[in-house]
């Protein structure tokens, strides 16, 4: 059960879907508190699930709280700076989000001693269904590590880094890869009704197939490779279409994970950062 109380840096997509999941697990709207400077954005999260909204300006912590960073990357410096010293309350957890940012980063502008969990979640976490990524400083207590895995285990499965410099390589795969999905689901929309189907049953055909898919996928101790030659007849239809995907899909997946792993590193240069 999560008892701490939960204190959000920003109310964009991200917060709203950490919020979201987070209340459908039980955690109580006033353990919740949302900070943002534009005030008709967070008062729409605190009316929409039951939330404390206030402004971006720092206050006390309360001990043991857990600080989410959930603001762009290119704002970390700046929310450090004003935040800082309300840090100096031993058992706060500072929980990051940002794309990029590394905990060493985030480490030199607070009070040395500081807890730090470096995340990657992705938006399915809205409806408990999220991955996550996870990496803690050694300045970090093994009871602090375990409420950041609460956290994020609330709203979906959680996978521990002992090398934060994956974090690049994960932000590619998870943390981007919902837009990928639903750039696949849109394009297998678009190609089905080019083929005649009518638009709301290509997208629910397509939705369906790609969620069954994933959920056989883990379900099974299969693997991608073996669960698809089940899927192939020799001669038939699968292969046909398969030859035509595999053309382009490999190489173009290594390119898209490449550039989004090295937007990551460059979020990670503060300065020359730009989002
Ligand atoms: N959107 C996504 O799928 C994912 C986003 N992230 C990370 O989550 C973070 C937020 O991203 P989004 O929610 O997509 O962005 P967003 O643009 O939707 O939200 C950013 C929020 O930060 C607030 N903000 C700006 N300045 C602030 C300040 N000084 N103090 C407090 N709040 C401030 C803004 O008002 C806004 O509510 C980023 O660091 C991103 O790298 C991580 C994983 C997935
Ligand atoms: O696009 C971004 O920078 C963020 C990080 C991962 C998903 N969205």
Redesign the pocket.
Known sequence: MITQHIIFIGAGHMARALIAGLRRQGVMGDQIQVHAPSAPRRDALAAEFGIRSLPATAQKLPAHGVVIYAAKPKQMPSVLTEWRHSFTDAGVLFLSVA?GISSTRIAAELDAGTAIVRS?P?TPTQIGVGATALYARDTTSAEQRQIAESIMAAVGKVYWLSDESLMDAV?ALS??GPAYVLLFLEALEDAAVLQGLDRPTARALAVQTVLGTAQMAAASVSSPTELRHQVTSPGGTTAAGLAAWEEHLRPLAQRALAAAAERSRA?GDIKGNT?
């Open positions: 794309a990657m992705n932000t943390g981007s979020l989002p």
